[in-house]
């Protein structure tokens, strides 16, 4: 029935895309790639598959599996009894196009001149993103997803995907997304973009770089968390007395800073962040609602009423964050008002969270339940409620 | 009575300081010198000097006067009628020392050398600003200051010279200041430094240690200003359609960011940036109740309760913004707490403001009155209630 089954295991494979590959904003890939990674089992009557968008910086491996078991960066919502239950769903993660982790993007070889496309990547835009996971899906000859689910850059991603294939899904999860970027999230970014871009520019020295891409993802991370974590945390501990008249690092909270940095340096291409991180600002998901004589892209009045209405979706959870101020409760709101003015069964979740942006990698005690039960393949789902809930974060036990 | 009498009208000067000048960590200024500029005059009874000290970037020139007619930073907030009421009052702002507009700073020339002192300035402490200012206001002849006030590290400095020279004013105004930094101003700063830094010692060429300005400081944009504003400003507007693959700015925000960066960069040494900046992560001011045979900036166990012992204040206004990241409000509330428990009148008043951090230098109407009634020179500040006052600001009603 298919030529490409989900094994009825753990597995992480490489998935041809439709070769050429038409990208939005007018580009075309040869021999492009999807890196996915597939948790669990289909079903007999294959209507268990749930495709799920990352964030930026994420890879397909969200969690561990006989083939690699290092931890995912969904480790405890992927798995049996877990938020996404394996006991019930098969769970295809898939690397974003324009990533570096097993999917085409910035750092793989260009097949027509033979050396990493760089700079010479086509425009990237989260639609296209949606329309490489959907050719995943299809190459592992699903034709009908139970839900699509993705936080951050995942949320928008599965939002886009929605537009882009009316029914391909009955359910889908965003968690911290937006219908569009933030004016503050795109000032933020864009400043991410030009440190790196400048060292990329400048001759691509390899130590300015990866200094530049170190500086970026400071600037990340001090977007996605509250300071109030970070008070509780590391307050103004210091490692040593103030002995250097021009000492680099010595409060605890630079350390730690240092440690994010250098991990995220050592292992995201700089053209890669560039292009993803460029994607997430333009994208709107209400020029969707565009009528044809207007350009996709034409950055002018929003239709975001006609763009919902082509969504087929039986039902919706929406879940934000007060604490996260990249995207903002207030843009949960509007995802969740968009959807149920197109009559599409709405559940909005508001969490506290001292984590922030980041609260759906670490807070798994509130996480869980909201997605097991939204998940639930049998009925409607029990978090069906009409209004918002809050639900409040215990707040951080354990050093990072 | 006075060499140095301030002149009966406005005036920029520069002001010798004590030589050898020493600082708090250790180092010494030969030949340094603190420039202030002068608002108002001296009334008969010489009880009416009030001294001013700024944020990081500020200069002296706080308002515009005969000769110099270009804008103050507080230029709404010095002159007849204003917050600072120049019928009443004589305002002397002060340079911080360690900053590169007039004061002695690492833009200066070390007369050791003859060259600028760049990284071999002496560790800088707001200890050492708050000092500067005192011996600039010993210089004019001033023996009695009615008022201290500053707002951000000109905060921290007011505090610092509270308990440095207790008696030496009788009231404090401390807005949007901090008893030490909070761990995300840390890290917000830290990460300044570093960008800046790390362009500095590569061999500072020119280009890269102004983009490394324009990098820090639009992070510290960043950190001032808050979501909401931005989004009301700028929104999702762009000045053209995506044009090009890898075009740059696009989004109005980012020109704005630009003008920004771009003045800052022009304008600012970076050394003297490193040093500020440093010295607020390092203020701490529960060090100044430590015991003798403890050093001062021991990192240890703090001692508010006896630090604020030490101060002889009649009265104090403690003014915060609910929506300051910065200097959050937690931190105003701390201030005011600290001085209510050593049996001081404070007056803590608790704004909300969409410009944040910046709100001092924006919000006149908000301002004004609390600064002039608390300012008044015959009888109790009238604004000093027991409680916190909310006040509300209207939100921004024009384009940067």
Redesign the interface.
Known sequence: MSAHPPENHCAARHLPLPSPFRLT?G?TLIGAEAGVEIYGALNTRRDNAVLLFTGLSASAHAAAHPNDSSPGWWEHMIGKDKGLDLDQLCVICVNSLGSCFGSTGPASIDPATGVKYG?TF??LRVEDIASAGQAAVRALGITQLYAVIGASLGGMTALAHAVLFPGAAKRLVTISGAL?????????R??QR??V??ALRQGGDPASVT?AMR?AR??GV?SYV??EL??K????D?TE??AG??S??Q?E??HW?DHLADKFAAQFDPWAYWYLSRAM??F?FSVHGKTPEQTL???GTAHLSQAVAKLRLEHCLVIGVHED?LF?LAQQRDIATALRGAGIATTLVELHSPYGHDAFLTETELFTPLLRDFLKLTGAPTTRAASATTRTSPGPTSSP
């Not at 569009?180 to 933020?188: G, L, M, Y």
């Not at 945390?233 to 103004?236: A, L, Q, S, T």
Request: without cysteine; proline residues 6%.
């Open positions: 904003a580009g700079a086509p425009e569009n970027a933030s004016t503050s999230a795109i000032a933020t864009s400043l030009e440190i871009g400048t200094n500086f400071k600037v001090l509250g300071g970070l008070s945390r590391f307050g103004r210091q007395p103030s008249r021009l680099g690092t409060f909270v630079e800073l600002d333009l709107d892209h034409d950055t101020t903002p």
